[in-house]
């Protein structure tokens, strides 16, 4: 990310509650898994204050149990 302003305890954070979001849209969807899941972190600063954007992309699926072939 460059020059940041953020240090790892507040990226940390950012993706934990990101996380929970994640999983709280994806029980939503009524799916039980996120495949192939993609965070991104951008930073936007100006006149002395910055934030950061955290995002994430992914596709959301139920899977249940695979019966054995005999």
Known sequence: MGNHLFNQETLKNAKTVLMKKVEAEAE????????????NYSEISG????????????????????????
């Open 28 to 39: 939503l969807l009524g799916a039980n898994v996120v495949l192939a899941l993609r965070v």
């Open 47 to 70: 006149n002395r204050k910055s934030m950061v954007l955290v995002s994430a992309t992914g596709t959301t699926v139920s899977v249940g149990k695979i019966k054995e072939l005999k």
